[in-house]
């Protein structure tokens, strides 16, 4: 098992514009990261492994899926409209403050081929 860290939450979970529709996006409440926009669902290719902010592309990342995991919920499916990088973020569902829009969810799952 490889002892590098896959995931890093510490000074990366800020506030932000989303850069497809304007949308203020605030934190996450439950000691998650946010990265994407609770309304249209769009991201910013930030990343090179989750939460760490290492990633120089800055493209926006359109939603073009969603899968459902026993495990993690409801999975959003990214696609980076600079670099074509794909990637997947865990639904925000469960957010006290701002959780994800479900309709916008159910809107991707029907464009995507289905919930």
């Known amino acids: ?4 860290r896959r995931f890093t939450v510490q000074g990366t979970n800020n506030a ?13 409440q439950n000691g ?13 290719h930030v990343d090179v492994l989750p939460g760490d ?12 899926g969603v899968e459902q995991s026993g495990k993690k919920g409801w ?3 990214h696609r980076c409209q ?5 990637g997947r973020n865990r639904a925000a ?4 403050a701002q959780p994800d ?5 159910v809107a991707l799952s029907a464009r995507s081929g289905g919930l």
């Open 1 to 4: 098992m490889s002892s590098e």
């Open 16 to 28: 932000f514009t989303c850069g497809h529709c304007g949308a203020s996006v605030q934190p996450l």
């Open 32 to 44: 998650s990261v946010r990265n994407h926009c609770p309304q249209c669902l769009h991201s910013k």
């Open 53 to 64: 902010r290492a990633c120089d592309c800055h493209g926006l990342m359109r939603p073009v």
């Open 75 to 77: 999975v959003l499916l």
């Open 82 to 86: 600079t670099c074509g990088f794909q």
């Open 93 to 96: 569902l469960d957010d006290p």
């Open 101 to 105: 829009s479900w309709e916008a969810i």
